[in-house]
C-alpha cells in the first residue's frame, strides 16, 4: 500500500481549476491563430482581386497614344484610278483634326462617317458606293472614310463597333492600299454581323483583312488583338457624337427625323465639301449640285436614312 495521502477536497478543486484554466488559454490561441489565417487569406484574396481588376481597367483603358498614320484627317482618304490611299504621319497622341473644305488639288470631297455594325451603311454602300467609287477613279472626288463606333451596345460583346474600326485604322496604317477592298468586304450581306448578335471575331477581321489583300498581316494581326488603335477609336466616336473637331465647322440643321425633330448623329453621315448631306436627296444628284462633279446613276434600293446614335454612350 502507498503511503502518499490522497488529495484533499481543495487541492482537487485548485486543480481542475488549473486544468480549466490551461484548456481556456490552450482555446485562446487556437482561436488567434484561426483569426489571423483568415485575415491573412482575405488578404491574399483582396489582393488578388485588385489585381485582377487592375488588369482588366490597364485592358480597357489604354492611355492615349498615337493614331494611325495615313488618317491624320480622322479618316482614310483614297484617291485616282486604283483607290489609292493619300499617305499621312501618323498623328500624335491627343491631335484633333482639322476642318476641311476640298480634297487634294480641288477636288470634291466627300466625307463618310460610318460604323461597321451598322445595317444602314450597308444599305448606303450598296446603293452608293460603286457611284462613289466612280467619281473617285475618274479624278472628279475623293472619298474619306472614317470609320465610328456608336454601335457597341446593339451586339453582344459590346464591343463589336470599336474592334472593327480598330480594324479598318490598322489596315489604313500597315497596308493603306488594301482600305478600299476590306471596306467593300466588310459591308457585304454574308459579312456583317446581324444587330443583337456577337459581331465578328477577332479572327474573322484577320481574314477579312487577308482577304483584301492586305500586306503586313503579321503586324495587323497584332494591332486587331492587342486594338491597338482603340483609344483613337474612342477619340473619333467622340468628335462625331458632340459635332466637334473635324466637324465643327459643319451646318446640321437639317438633320431632323422623320417628324422634323433636330436630332444627333447618326451613321452614316455623309458630308460633301463640308455641307451635309440629308438623305432625302439622290446622293450622286447631291455631289453635282455641291461640288460640281456629275456623278453616275446609282441602282434604287432601300433609303439609307442615319442610324441614330444610341441614347447611352456605345464606346464603352
Same mark, same amino acid.
Given at each position: 500500500?502507498?503511503?502518499?495521502?490522497?488529495?484533499?477536497?481543495?487541492?482537487?478543486?485548485?486543480?481542475? %481549476?488549473?486544468?480549466?484554466r490551461q484548456d481556456r488559454l490552450r482555446q485562446q490561441k487556437r482561436e488567434k491563430r484561426g483569426r489571423l489565417v483568415l485575415q491573412l487569406s482575405i488578404g491574399l484574396v483582396v489582393v488578388a482581386i485588385v489585381a485582377v481588376v487592375s488588369v482588366i481597367i490597364v485592358n480597357s483603358v489604354r492611355p492615349a497614344g498615337p493614331g494611325p498614320a495615313n488618317m491624320a484627317s480622322g479618316g482614310i482618304t483614297l484617291e485616282g484610278a486604283d483607290l489609292t490611299a493619300v499617305r499621312t504621319q501618323a498623328p500624335a497622341a491627343g491631335a484633333v483634326p482639322a476642318p476641311q473644305a476640298t480634297?487634294?488639288?480641288?477636288?470634291?470631297?466627300?466625307?463618310?462617317?460610318?460604323?461597321?455594325?451598322?445595317?444602314?451603311?450597308?444599305?448606303?454602300?450598296?446603293?452608293?458606293?460603286?457611284?462613289?467609287?466612280?467619281?473617285?477613279?475618274?479624278?472628279?472626288?475623293?472619298?474619306?472614310?472614317?470609320?465610328?463606333?456608336?454601335?457597341?451596345?446593339?451586339?453582344?460583346? %459590346?464591343?463589336?463597333?470599336? %474592334?472593327?474600326?480598330?480594324?479598318?485604322?490598322?489596315?489604313?496604317?500597315?497596308?493603306?492600299?488594301?482600305?478600299?477592298?476590306?471596306?467593300?468586304?466588310?459591308?457585304?450581306?454574308?459579312?456583317?454581323?446581324?444587330?443583337?448578335?456577337?459581331?465578328?471575331?477577332?479572327?474573322?477581321?484577320?481574314?477579312?483583312?487577308?482577304?483584301?489583300?492586305?500586306?503586313?498581316?503579321?503586324?495587323?494581326?497584332?494591332?486587331?488583338?492587342?486594338?491597338?488603335?482603340?483609344?483613337?477609336?474612342?477619340? %473619333?466616336?467622340?468628335?462625331?457624337?458632340?459635332?466637334?473637331?473635324?466637324?465643327?465647322?459643319?451646318?446640321?440643321?437639317?438633320?431632323?427625323?422623320?417628324?422634323?425633330?433636330?436630332?444627333?448623329?447618326?451613321?452614316?453621315?455623309?458630308?460633301?465639301?463640308?455641307?451635309?448631306?440629308?438623305?432625302?436627296?439622290?446622293?450622286?444628284?447631291?455631289?453635282?449640285?455641291?461640288?460640281?462633279?456629275?456623278?453616275?446613276?446609282?441602282?434604287?434600293?432601300?433609303?439609307?436614312?442615319?442610324?441614330?446614335?444610341?441614347?447611352?454612350?456605345?464606346?464603352?
Amino acid at each position: 500500500m502507498s503511503n502518499a495521502s490522497r488529495p484533499s477536497k481543495n487541492e482537487r478543486r485548485d486543480a481542475a %481549476r488549473e486544468k480549466a484554466r490551461q484548456d481556456r488559454l490552450r482555446q485562446q490561441k487556437r482561436e488567434k491563430r484561426g483569426r489571423l489565417v483568415l485575415q491573412l487569406s482575405i488578404g491574399l484574396v483582396v489582393v488578388a482581386i485588385v489585381a485582377v481588376v487592375s488588369v482588366i481597367i490597364v485592358n480597357s483603358v489604354r492611355p492615349a497614344g498615337p493614331g494611325p498614320a495615313n488618317m491624320a484627317s480622322g479618316g482614310i482618304t483614297l484617291e485616282g484610278a486604283d483607290l489609292t490611299a493619300v499617305r499621312t504621319q501618323a498623328p500624335a497622341a491627343g491631335a484633333v483634326p482639322a476642318p476641311q473644305a476640298t480634297g487634294p488639288g480641288g477636288k470634291v470631297l466627300i466625307q463618310s462617317y460610318e460604323d461597321f455594325g451598322c445595317p444602314i451603311c450597308r444599305q448606303f454602300e450598296q446603293q452608293y458606293g460603286e457611284q462613289i467609287r466612280q467619281l473617285v477613279t475618274s479624278g472628279a472626288a475623293v472619298i474619306q472614310y472614317h470609320p465610328v463606333a456608336i454601335l457597341d451596345r446593339s451586339f453582344t460583346d %459590346r464591343t463589336y463597333s470599336t %474592334r472593327a474600326a480598330n480594324a479598318a485604322a490598322a489596315v489604313a496604317n500597315y497596308s493603306p492600299d488594301a482600305f478600299s477592298k476590306f471596306h467593300q468586304l466588310m459591308y457585304r450581306s454574308d459579312v456583317q454581323p446581324e444587330e443583337g448578335g456577337p459581331g465578328l471575331t477577332d479572327d474573322r477581321l484577320i481574314a477579312l483583312v487577308k482577304q483584301a489583300g492586305a500586306t503586313n498581316l503579321s503586324q495587323i494581326t497584332e494591332a486587331i488583338r492587342d486594338q491597338e488603335f482603340k483609344s483613337w477609336v474612342g477619340d %473619333r466616336t467622340d468628335e462625331f457624337t458632340e459635332d466637334t473637331g473635324p466637324l465643327k465647322d459643319v451646318d446640321f440643321s437639317k438633320r431632323l427625323d422623320q417628324n422634323g425633330q433636330p436630332t444627333g448623329a447618326g451613321t452614316p453621315t455623309l458630308i460633301v465639301n463640308g455641307q451635309y448631306w440629308d438623305g432625302k436627296t439622290d446622293f450622286g444628284a447631291f455631289v453635282t449640285s455641291v461640288g460640281g462633279a456629275s456623278a453616275p446613276s446609282s441602282s434604287p434600293s432601300a433609303s439609307a436614312s442615319p442610324s441614330a446614335t444610341p441614347s447611352a454612350s456605345a464606346s464603352d
